[in-house]
């Protein structure tokens, strides 16, 4: 499908995929879309900040503006049609950003030049860390031709030796979904350094360039999350139900969690004995590093049927939350703004949502837990009702949960959230959902089986990059959510879809640096292998407001290659539009790299041949089950990835695998750990 764009300058062009701005602005994306909102070309699905609480005037090809707005039909002023006028005046607002974005950097660092349209000048550098992760954002004035790059290197505070990490990606989104917009655009230079050690401090070099003008380097420190410790030296109190008049010890426990309440500090750790608790509200903060701590004592469940958590840095471990008879459907709450809780070694039990964070809230740890919904029918889809949710917050771990019997896993993380080793299966929607999320967002060594819509949702993607890496991920409808995206690191993933093609409007993946992934598809029987294929794209499935502009094509954006594809015996790889408002059959890997230049160095494999597991779709019916996608040994996706910095670099033979389990490696642990 073709779509018409205007250029900065207020030239109209036509192109098979969305065309950038020749202006260079901090805000490039809002500028344009507010370009072609006010003139006479329509760009779907996208709206400006700029004209966030506007009424559109009206305009029409061949008419002037009357005073009021109102348009006198068939008149033109000095011969040029009006939608050209608010073109050019929307080119003079992008130069005047333009302008304000330079002084504003100026300010910041003494004098700066105007950038040119196409050169990059660095504007806010914000950095943050998790446990485990590093995340920049780096915004950018100008670079309107988007090649400005960012190297990454990174050592523990005080080492001689720098490390690569893998470059910064160049983002220029200003994403909306319906009535939802992002919350401002984003023309900047962002990513992560991951699997980093916990409590240690880092420095962090990145060195901007580009082509057309503009150089930098800037260095910053920061450290990394400690993981979550229990306090030595605080006291240590009991709380027996029906216990009276006790002061806290072991031998005159206190009756009721309430007195423990009362009576506990930071550092304190409370006993919880064999009970039940009722409905309870946790309102005692703790300190950085020093936790009221709320502890099963080990002698018999310590239940609750609802807990709310209204302080920082609470500790909650071994209890057990079960939904009562008719009860309300939350289990655990986050009232207001709580900083730095754990959530460990739970066990939920018949909620419609078992954990539900505040936006307010931050740097939550929850890890181990067991999570079972109140789905009872896994075979239908229910949009309805999730295992964690994050609701639009971030700085969290969410680790080594499992989960399952609820409509989506873990679901809305904002920026800056991890997670992973959480085996989530039989879930009625998606099995990880940041939707809504920005940068940083990073996924990695989960398993999700048993999915009945989507592994990870892109609906909508408000900005990247996210991060995907070493999942296995199975679906029985398509494997990723392609319905908003932005920019996206897609790296040593398992992804097995299921019918006649495993990912549909794989458009998708022209946002992503993919590389090292296995694509697998369990194809219908019932269906004709001519009808079926890995991939498929079509520009008229991008219709509707809920869905991004159709990209047929690659752009700066797309980095696909060193992938292994299984497609079952298919009459193509992919079924593919690239523009044209017709699908073709690509039919194999030669004429996907010379249609859309992409995936050049990628194989085709059989799953028969690579895994150790013989029976696929068996073993994805197992709960939970003990194995794994392994790979045989010498088979062809053994080593025949490429090596992506701090991303995938810790292999065993002469290049990294392709797939989720690396041969020679200890196998992933899913779920809790011992």
């Known amino acids: 499908m073709l779509r018409r764009r205007s250029s900065c300058c207020g030239a109209s062009m036509a192109s098979r995929w969305p065309s950038r701005p020749a202006c260079a602005s901090t805000t490039a994306s809002a500028t344009r879309a507010f370009a072609l909102r006010a003139g006479s070309t329509r760009w779907k699905g996208k709206r400006s900040c700029l004209d966030r609480g506007r009424q559109r005037r009206a305009v029409q090809p061949g008419g002037a503006r009357r005073p009021g707005g109102v348009v006198a039909p068939g008149r033109r002023k000095d011969n040029m049609s009006v939608s050209r006028i608010v073109v050019r005046r929307a080119a003079a607002l992008a130069c005047i950003l333009c302008l304000l974005g330079a002084a504003s950097a100026g300010g910041a660092g003494g004098e700066v030049e105007a950038a040119a349209p196409d050169a990059a000048s660095p504007g806010e550098l914000r950095s943050y860390a998790t446990i485990y992760s590093i995340g920049v954002e780096w915004d950018l004035v100008g670079d309107a031709n988007h090649n400005a790059a960012c190297t990454v290197r990174y050592r523990p505070r005080g080492a001689a030796e720098w490390k690569r990490a893998m470059d910064l990606l160049r983002i220029d989104c200003a994403n909306q ?106 309102s005692r903060a703790g300190e950085e590093g020093r936790h009221v701590a709320w502890l099963a004592a080990g002698d018999g469940d310590a239940v609750f049927r609802r807990a709310t958590v209204a302080a920082g840095h609470v500790w909650l471990e071994g209890l057990a939350l079960r939904r009562a008879e008719g009860a309300g459907g939350q ?115 989960n398993r999700m089986h048993g999915v009945f819509n989507h592994t990870v949702s892109f609906q909508p993607q408000f900005c990247g990059p ?48 993919s590389r090292n992934n296995l694509w697998i598809l369990v194809r219908d029987e019932a269906a004709r292998p001519a009808e079926c294929s890995i991939w498929s794209a079509h520009g008229r499935q991008r219709e509707g407001p809920y869905n991004m502009p159709y990209q047929g094509r690659p752009d700066w954006r797309s980095d696909l290659d060193y992938d292994g594809f299984d497609p079952d015996g298919a009459g193509m790889l992919l079924q593919w539009d690239t523009g044209g408002g017709r699908p073709e059959p690509l039919r194999d890997l030669a004429a996907v790299a010379q249609v859309l230049g992409i995936e050049r160095h990628g194989r085709v494999v059989s799953r028969r041949e690579v895994f150790d597991v013989p029976d696929v779709a068996g073993y994805m019916r197992e709960a939970f089950s003990a194995r794994r996608l392994a790979l045989k040994a010498g088979c062809a996706a053994v080593d025949a990835g490429q090596v992506v910095p701090n991303i995938a670099e810790d292999f065993a033979g002469a290049a990294p695998d392709l797939g989720a389990h690396e041969f020679g490696k200890p196998a992933a642990h899913y779920g809790p750990r011992p």
């Open 177 to 282: 979904y319906g009535d939802n917009k992002s919350d401002r655009p984003y023309n900047m230079l962002a990513g992560s350094i991951m699997f980093l050690s916990p409590a240690a401090a880092y420095e962090v070099r990145l060195e901007l360039s580009d082509p057309d003008g503009g150089r930098e380097v800037r260095d910053t420190a920061l450290a990394t999350r400690p993981l979550p410790q229990l306090s030595a030296g605080g006291r240590t109190l009991h709380v027996r139900p029906g216990s009276e008049g006790g002061d806290g010890s072991e031998s005159r426990p206190f009756g009721a969690p309430d007195a423990a309440q009362a009576a506990a500090g930071p550092g304190d750790r409370i006993l919880l004995h064999k009970g039940d608790y009722g409905e309870f509200t946790f």
């Open 331 to 445: 289990g655990l709450t986050a009232d207001g703004a709580c900083r730095g809780v754990v959530v460990r070694r739970c066990r939920f039990s018949g909620y419609h949502y078992s954990i539900t964070l505040r936006p307010e809230c931050a740097e939550w740890y929850i890890a181990d837990n067991v999570i079972v919904g109140d789905k009872t029918d896994v075979n239908v889809s229910d949009i309805s009702g999730e295992g964690v949710e994050l609701n639009h917050s971030g700085g969290h771990t969410v680790a080594h949960n499992r989960i399952s019997h609820v409509a989506d896993g873990v679901s809305y993380a904002l920026r800056n959230c991890d997670i992973f080793g959480n085996d989530i299966r039989d879930v009625t929607d998606d099995g990880i959902e940041p939707d809504y999320g920005y940068a940083n967002i990073r996924m990695w060594g």
């Open 466 to 513: 996210w991060y995907i890496v070493r999942n296995e991920m199975s679906a029985r409808r398509q494997v990723l959510k392609p319905n908003m995206a932005d920019r996206y690191v897609l790296v040593g993933n398992t992804l097995v879809g299921f019918g006649r093609t495993a990912q549909g409007r794989a458009d998708l993946l022209m946002k992503a640096f």
